[in-house]
């Protein structure tokens, strides 16, 4: 049964950082890419970044690029997104969510698994 379980969400004052992780278990972490997405209330779902599988390739939203940066590490099944300069616009929920293929990629219907998802809120 795979199972991917966020943490590291809270509340950060605009300006701030927090770093989220994703724990995997139940695949073979290291094929499969594997991406964040965030949704914020009253909001769909959208594209955050996403990774490959040895971590050699990343993308990411116009929003966020330069301040977040997505990594893995393929020995700890573990997928991390370290967010920097936040914004009251980066409030949402946050998710991870793998596909079983080892490229990355943007849209929803491209992966197989999410997370519960972790609460990011950062204050003006």
């Known amino acids: 049964q795979v199972q991917l379980v966020e943490s590291g969400g809270g509340l950060v004052q605009a300006g701030g950082s927090l770093t989220l992780s994703c724990a995997a278990s139940g695949l073979t972490f290291s094929r499969y890419g594997m991406g964040w997405f965030r949704q914020a209330p009253g909001k769909e779902r959208e594209f955050v970044a996403t990774?490959?599988?040895?971590?050699?390739?990343?993308y990411y939203a116009d929003s966020v690029k330069g301040r977040f940066t997505i990594s893995r590490d393929n020995v700890k099944n573990t997928l991390y997104l370290q967010m920097n300069s936040l914004k009251p616009e980066d409030t949402a929920v946050y998710y991870c969510a793998a596909r079983d293929k080892i490229t990355s990629a943007t849209r929803l219907s491209d992966y197989d698994y999410w997370g519960q998802g972790t609460q990011v809120t950062v204050s003006s």
């Open positions: 990774i490959n599988w040895t971590g050699g390739s990343t």
